[in-house]
């Protein structure tokens, strides 16, 4: 595709239930990023891929957030035992060399 | 401690009155400085890098300048399609680390 696409758009979950957010970046490009947005906020970073390899992973704010890339494209961001403070958007960046990040739309998670 | 503060956190225009947003910023070794223009329910958009202080940017009716401790994007003759928030960030990059720092950002809206 053009561009990134995140999916799906918008998840409700009920508190305690695990989640699943994928990212599809631009072909070929080699980093991925996952963002975390609040209302109001701006974005802040949870972790880095380069390729296959997650590289940097401090952003993310407890063990129960989890993420992959396992043949070095899709990526999928996993949250254990949703919290009502995970709520946010979750934006998916991906750039090549060092050519700035391209975002997709994010994914909106609420927790009830 | 890396800090981005963008100000003011809400700008209102009339359509054709000029102004500029604030990005200070600390950070030990600036690799880069980003702006982005983010729509509601979308991702940030880039709009422009600035690498060096002295350095300026153009395109279309904004223009970004670049100091050592101070970004500003300034906006000619706004229109309402202008309206959005528009992000600042500082590159991170060092060992395995490679992000953006966001500040909150400055929420726009041009009134016709």
């Known amino acids: 595709g053009a561009g990134v696409s995140q999916s799906p758009r918008y998840k409700v979950a009920k508190r305690g239930q695990d989640v699943a957010l994928r990212c599809d970046p631009i072909s070929g490009h080699v980093s991925l990023f996952w963002y975390q947005q609040a209302l109001g906020q701006g974005p802040e970073f949870l972790t880095y891929?380069?390729?296959?390899?997650?590289?940097?992973k401090s952003g993310l704010p407890s063990d129960r957030f989890f993420a992959e890339r396992p043949e070095g494209s899709v990526s999928t961001l996993k949250i254990q035992r949703t919290q009502q403070e995970d709520s946010a958007v979750y934006l998916c960046?991906?750039?090549?060399?060092?050519?700035?990040?391209?975002f997709g739309n994010g994914t909106r998670l609420t927790v009830t | 401690e890396d800090q981005v503060t963008q100000s003011p956190e809400a700008l209102r225009l009339q359509e054709g009155e000029s102004s500029s947003l604030n990005c200070s910023y600390t950070v030990s070794g600036l690799r880069g400085l980003f702006w982005y223009r983010q729509d509601p329910g979308k991702g940030p958009e880039f709009l422009f890098t600035?690498?060096?202080a002295g350095e300026e940017k153009e395109k279309e009716r904004l223009k970004a300048t670049l100091t050592k401790k101070e970004s500003f994007l300034h906006i000619t003759a706004p229109k309402p399609e202008d309206s959005a928030t528009y992000l600042c960030a500082v590159q991170v990059v060092g060992g395995a680390t490679n992000k953006l720092i966001f500040g909150t950002g400055t929420l726009l809206a041009v009134q016709p």
């Open positions: 960046a991906s750039s090549f060399g060092n050519s700035p990040l391209h």
């Open positions: 891929f380069q390729n296959e390899a997650q590289l940097d």
């Open positions: 600035l690498y060096s």
